[in-house]
């Protein structure tokens, strides 16, 4: 943990001192001084709903608590737009089913977060709004796509903040920023509200400082909802004791490494996991050599069908004239996206068409098959699963111009969401005075192994 | 390989135009990212797919009418709106 960064233990200690409202409006203008750009707006409701703080009007779990939100989670009445041109004046008529969550527990709504354009990306390079720059290093990216809202976390410009992961978008940044974030097991939170990219793999998760407040998060956020048909409907409250004077089995998955800095922070991370007393085991997953390709073809796939509903008529960009069909559609459309946005509607509806739908996204599913097939595996013979959560330190600005060479970035974080399963991403040894995060996989809705693990690993590095 | 004329098709497919320009720098990228998928041609064939992870199957809520978005509020993002409508072109020349 930085200097900068704020838990929500130090912001409930500021509370007792000082006035919900003034502790808001500082944070406010801390965020518009800000050089990293991790905000595309603000919300001037939040200095309001501080003051009903102060008046003792708000109770919950996170009464008095800012958080900040990534803006693909529609929040009612407030400019959501998925880091996208096509949606630069969208404001939604509803609020997410999150966003329900933390105002009925009190929080504070400061921002909506920078984010990669639709969430295709993983830098925020991507985003209409501009990089979110990684406040360890200006010249780095913050990683992504919920650069934002890991990037304010380490900066002490928010608290606690909500990220959605389709392929590693809250864990990339996480570890580039130096934060916890988890992607929760596919259905513990709900999606409604979530714009979607690429609904079979994506999940809402929470991002904080430390793991205790992430826990804390993600309590208010699971759930049942009926308005998400793939919700699971269970809750999670936390077990901080789960894991006392057990020991684990923990497997290094062997297909998923990174470079020298990356490995040799992931190699004393993972002496620390055995003085904890727990065994260390090495895993294969053969699978996983088809997992990059896999993923991207179904996110693409999925991608050119959700992206079908902007034509410029219900909201967003559009053209002054209205002509013909195609012609207005196309254009409107080629004017409100990005490049990379671009390219994975083209080339989902490639893989969809007639005559490849066989060749990649019906072998993308199988290939899912097995990857579940693994995990299944490893899970009979450990309990918890590692590996570093990106193969390299945060990126400079325009390093990773090639598409497919920011693809390949990816291969550490994507196997997970093809599975479903929960992993997290915690900080431990930096290098080079960057960041680096280590992965912790866990089986199915076993959010509170990893998340009481996490606790451990996270006390005894801090002690370090 | 891909070629122009086939990067322009997906574009119709996709519904976004293409200046002269962007058509080789697309298919530049195509042509590179879909070398990189020829990677699933070693996976078997004789396995199910997975198009959904968690076993769910044939989620019901109880069919109660629930209360609609209200037309203001559909209509207030939307340009080109006339007496309550979305207005949008003309699908038949």
Redesign the interface.
């Known amino acids: 943990m930085t200097s900068h960064q704020i838990s929500i233990a130090e912001w409930r200690e500021r509370l007792k001192s000082e006035k919900a409202e003034d502790l808001i409006m500082e944070l406010i203008e801390r965020i518009e001084r800000s050089k990293y750009n991790a905000f595309i707006s603000i919300n001037k409701d939040a200095i309001e709903r501080a003051g009903e703080f102060d008046r003792g009007k708000v109770n919950g779990k996170l009464a008095g608590i800012p958080v900040a939100v990534k803006d693909n989670i529609s929040t009612g009445g407030l400019l959501t737009t998925c880091g996208s041109k096509i949606l630069y004046?969208?404001?939604p008529?509803?609020d997410a089913h999150v966003v329900e969550r933390l105002k009925s527990e009190g929080a504070i709504i400061i921002g909506k977060t920078n984010m990669d354009e639709f969430g295709m990306g993983t830098t925020t390079e991507t985003s209409y709004f501009g990089v979110v720059r990684n406040p360890h290093d200006p010249e780095r990216v913050a990683g992504g796509s919920s650069g934002g809202s890991a990037a304010c976390l380490s900066v002490g410009e928010g608290v606690i903040s909500l990220g959605s992961d389709t392929g590693g978008s809250i864990r990339c940044p996480s570890s580039f920023c130096g934060v916890v974030g988890l992607k929760p097991t596919?259905?513990l939170v709900s999606r409604y509200g979530l714009i979607p990219y690429a609904n079979?793999l994506e999940q809402i998760g929470p991002l904080a400082t430390c793991v205790d407040d992430l826990a804390l998060l993600l309590e208010v956020i699971a759930g049942k909802d009926?308005r998400d048909?793939?919700n699971?409907g269970k809750e999670f409250v936390f077990d901080p004791e789960l894991l006392n004077g057990k020991k684990l089995t923990v497997g290094i998955i062997r297909e998923m490494s990174g470079n020298d800095d990356v490995m040799s922070s992931f190699n004393e991370a993972v002496e620390v996991i055995k003085s904890l007393g727990h065994s260390i085991k090495e895993v294969s997953m053969p699978s996983f050599?088809?997992a990059l390709?896999?993923y991207?073809?179904i996110a693409m796939s999925e991608a050119?069908s959700n992206l079908?509903r902007y034509?410029g008529?219900?909201?967003?960009h559009?053209l002054e004239q209205?002509?013909?069909?195609?012609?207005?559609?196309?254009?409107v459309?080629?004017e409100g996206?990005g490049?990379e946005v671009?390219?994975r509607?083209?080339?989902?509806?490639?893989a969809l068409?007639a005559g490849y739908y066989g060749?990649?996204y019906?072998?993308?599913?199988?290939?899912?098959?097995?990857v579940?097939r693994d995990f299944k595996r490893a899970f009979k013979e450990c309990n918890l699963l590692i590996s570093p959560t990106m193969p390299a330190l945060a990126f400079k600005i325009g390093e990773l111009a090639?598409?497919?060479t920011m693809?390949k970035a990816d291969v550490n974080t994507v196997p997970i969401n093809l599975?479903?399963v929960p992993s997290l991403s915690l900080p431990i040894f930096e290098r080079k005075r960057l960041p680096v995060g280590m992965q912790i996989i866990g089986n199915y809705f076993e959010e509170n192994s990893i998340i009481a693990f996490a606790r451990k690993v996270e006390a005894e590095i801090n002690e370090i | 390989m891909i070629t122009d004329e086939e990067v322009l098709h997906i574009a119709n497919l996709a519904k976004i135009e293409l200046k002269d320009d962007e058509v080789e720098k697309f298919r530049k990228g195509f042509q590179s990212i879909l070398e990189y998928f020829e990677i699933l041609d070693e996976v078997e064939e004789d396995v199910e797919p997975t198009f959904q992870v968690l076993p769910l199957k044939n989620v019901f809520r109880d069919d109660v009418p629930g209360k609609p978005l209200e037309r203001e509020k559909a209509l207030m993002n939307a340009k080109h709106v006339e007496e309550g409508y979305f207005k949008g072109p003309r699908v038949v020349e």
């Open positions: 004046d969208y404001i008529p509803f596919y259905g079979s009926q048909s793939t699971s050599k088809y390709a896999a991207y073809i050119s079908a034509d008529v219900r909201y967003g559009t209205i002509t013909s069909w195609n012609k207005f559609f196309s254009a459309r080629a996206f490049d671009k390219r509607i083209m080339l989902g509806s490639y068409s060749k990649y019906l072998k993308a599913l199988k290939v899912r098959t097995l579940i090639d598409p497919l693809y599975a479903g």
